[in-house]
């Protein structure tokens, strides 16, 4: 007997709304925020969703340090690692510094969590 149905992630964010909002255009998933704006969920018909709860003082990740670790993340897979990168910086993320592989990149997303953009 199974006792969860689905997994879901819940990541952290100053702004639950915000973030939700970057990651729902880079998945072309929809974005729902609660009337208080600290929910916030990405759904599509074929996925678990991802949700984003605002909390007080927050601190990003410093990738690759662990003063701050990074919690979790999120692989993207990409069929055009340079088109995918204009687009993601278009919608907010910042590339990463250190950028330690040549089949994917590193970003952060706009409250500084890492993610990777990975060639399919």
């Known amino acids: 007997m199974a006792i969860a149905k689905q997994p879901v992630i819940v990541i952290d964010a100053p702004d639950a709304g915000e973030l939700a909002e ?31 709860q605002q909390v007080e003082d927050y601190h990003a990740p410093s990738w690759p340090g662990q003063s701050h670790p990074q919690q979790m993340h999120i692989d993207v897979v990409v069929d055009d690692l340079d088109v995918a990168e204009a687009a ?11 950028q330690p592989g040549d089949t994917f990149r590193v970003f952060l997303d706009p409250a500084g969590h890492p993610f990777c953009l990975v060639l399919n």
Do not use: N
């Not at 993601?88 to 250190?98: I, P, Q, R, T």
């Open 88 to 98: 993601v910086v278009e919608l907010g993320a910042g590339k990463a510094v250190d």
């Open 22 to 52: 970057f990651y729902g255009k880079l998945l072309d998933w929809q974005v729902r925020v609660d009337d208080d704006g600290t929910w916030a969920e990405i759904t599509s018909e074929s996925w678990p969703p991802i949700c984003f």
